[in-house]
């Protein structure tokens, strides 16, 4: 008999939301929503992102939802959908009307924090405040591109391709430390990336907001790895001057990824700010 291994990240619920879309998500805890918004890249998922977060701000006294973006995950994936920002931000909110959330906070990284910064100013009424780390949409796209990370990353999914070894190949520039780099986090990121569509890296272009960050009324908590190869750490200045309400944290020896190379501080970061302010 053949033995099916257990899926390396596992499954929650799906919910319908408009445009015949479908939302995969984990959800744990009761109280004030806060809904964590996963980044961009091979393989990405929001459990993948923040397994390590979720359910420690969940016991903290909050509802803590984690989806899967739209054509990432076990979220809707067609090859065959138009898929643009205006849908993965739409799918954010969609998800919060969907649950009957009336206001939530969103934690987002990478691209993800992008996203919250654009939810924040199409639908200001539903947010309360955001946790944003190493978020893009602060620069143009050609200063994005021309990261390490980034080219190492677009080199590798369209002309090496995908593997195990080439995906702890991305993850060395992912993660300052080493040991972070462990078999459970390829086996994620390897397992799910061929559910994922295969035009939505190449369709989906995040903007640059940097010149609308005054717009965005909710509080902000911004965190930032010194060593990230992914997206310039002079977003901190950024958001430093652009945000009206914002609190920065940088972290040095510590790459793309604050939430799983400091977990521990992360978590009491966000707790203490989604219960202070």
């Known amino acids: 008999m053949t033995t099916i291994p257990v899926p390396a990240v596992p499954e929650g619920k799906y919910v319908d939301i408009e445009n015949n879309l479908r939302v995969h998500y984990h959800e744990a805890g009761e109280g004030p929503a806060v809904v964590f918004v996963h980044g961009s890249g091979p393989g990405a998922t929001g459990w993948s992102n923040f397994?390590?977060?979720?359910e420690v701000i969940a016991n903290a006294g909050f509802r803590c939802i984690v989806p899967d973006l739209i054509g990432f995950g076990y979220s809707t994936n067609d090859d065959d959908i138009d898929y643009s920002w205006e849908m993965l931000a739409q799918g954010i909110s969609g998800l919060c009307d969907a649950l009957d959330l009336d206001k939530v906070h969103l934690v987002g990284n990478s691209m993800g924090g992008a996203l919250c910064i654009q939810v924040a100013l199409d639908r200001p009424d539903l947010i309360e405040s955001m946790v944003l780390m190493a978020p893009g949409g602060l620069e143009e796209g050609e200063t994005y591109m021309s990261m390490k990370g980034i080219?190492?990353?677009?080199?590798?999914?369209?002309?090496?391709?995908?593997?195990?070894?080439?995906m702890r190949e991305?993850?060395?520039l992912q993660l300052f430390l080493p040991e972070n780099i462990t078999d459970e986090i390829i086996q994620e990121r390897f397992q799910v990336f061929p559910l994922q569509a295969k035009n939505i890296l190449g369709k989906v272009k995040v903007p640059n907001l940097s010149n609308r960050l005054a717009e965005v009324k909710a509080p902000v908590l911004g965190l930032w790895g010194d060593d990230d190869n992914f997206c310039p750490v002079s977003g901190v200045e950024t958001m430093q001057k652009g945000f009206p309400t914002v609190r920065t944290l940088r972290i040095n020896q510590c790459g793309h990824w604050v939430m799983v190379e400091y977990a521990d501080l992360f978590n009491r970061s966000c707790i203490d700010f989604l219960t202070n302010g």
């Open 151 to 166: 080219r190492t990353m677009l080199k590798i999914m369209y002309k090496s391709g995908i593997t195990e070894d080439s």
């Open 51 to 54: 397994k390590d977060n979720y």
């Open 170 to 172: 991305i993850f060395k």
